[in-house]
T-cell receptor, first 112, second 111 residues
Framework: GEDVEQSLFLSVREGDSSVINCTYTDSSSTYLYWYKQEPGAGLQLLTYIFSNMDMKQDQRLTVLLNKKDKHLSLRIADTQTGDSAIYFCAEVSTDSWGKLQFGAGTQVVVTP | DAMVIQNPRYQVTQFGKPVTLSCSQTLNHNVMYWYQQKSSQAPKLLFHYYDKDFNNEADTPDNFQSRRPNTSFCFLDIRSPGLGDAAMYLC??????????FGPGTRLTVL
């Protein structure tokens, strides 16, 4: 199985906040990423955080990093129907050059 | 806008008939990657080119090959597609080990 773990599904009401959680195993990871994938499309880079940071905010997105627990979360404020997608967290593998280790993806469904 | 382009977006081939997928980029990145993504799964790295150096993942089948004739283009060749090779194929690029940027993908159907 994957070393990066995510919950598989999240349902949220339009206008509410979404929180997607991820745990990773490689404490040497320097960057951690969040990608968004809409149906039939490629992966869109949403945001990333450097491992020496605890938090990063970018408009409606807030990334929190807890290095002690190897826990990463993505909060989407004021969730919109256009936010319905699969969200992947990923870490750069330190034992395989440049290789992104993905979680299984969290499907977010936004309901009116 | 600088971007990663994949052609075609949808490709249908027959069992055993060779097929080539194309990726180009205007980001001038020195690294190009090919990923395979099956339904409801995470992308799986097949191989990457670091400049002209080809790096194959250990579990990538021999049926998959790649060519990078220049910095901007990279091709994925599937020599004898099987039904199990039906998937979304994603190309990505990066500057060294920095952030990877993905193309829109090519959906491959094998009949």
């Amino acid at each position: 199985g994957e070393d990066v773990e995510q919950s598989l599904f999240l349902s949220v009401r339009e206008g509410d906040s979404s929180v997607i959680n991820c745990t990773y195993t490689d404490s040497s990871s320097t960057y951690l990423y969040w990608y968004k994938q809409e149906p039939g499309a490629g992966l869109q880079l949403l945001t990333y955080i450097f491992s020496n940071m605890d938090m990063k905010q970018d408009q409606r997105l807030t990334v929190l990093l807890n290095k002690k627990d190897k826990h990463l979360s993505l909060r989407i404020a004021d969730t919109q129907t256009g936010d319905s997608a699969i969200y992947f967290c990923a870490e750069v593998s330190t034992d395989s050059w440049g290789k992104l280790q993905f979680g299984a993806g969290t499907q977010v469904v936004v309901t009116p | 806008d600088a971007m990663v382009i994949q052609n075609p977006r949808y490709q249908v081939t027959q069992f055993g008939k060779p097929v080539t997928l194309s990726c180009s980029q205007t980001l001038n990145h020195n690294v190009m990657y090919w990923y395979q993504q099956k339904s409801s799964q995470a992308p799986k790295l097949l191989f990457h080119y670091y400049d002209k150096d080809f790096n194959n993942e250990a579990d990538t089948p021999d049926n998959f090959q790649s060519r990078r004739p220049n910095t901007s283009f990279c091709f994925l060749d599937i020599r004898s597609p099987g039904l199990g090779d039906a998937a979304m194929y994603l190309c990505a690029t990066s500057r060294d080990q920095d952030t990877q940027y993905f193309g829109p993908g090519t959906r491959l159907t094998v009949l």
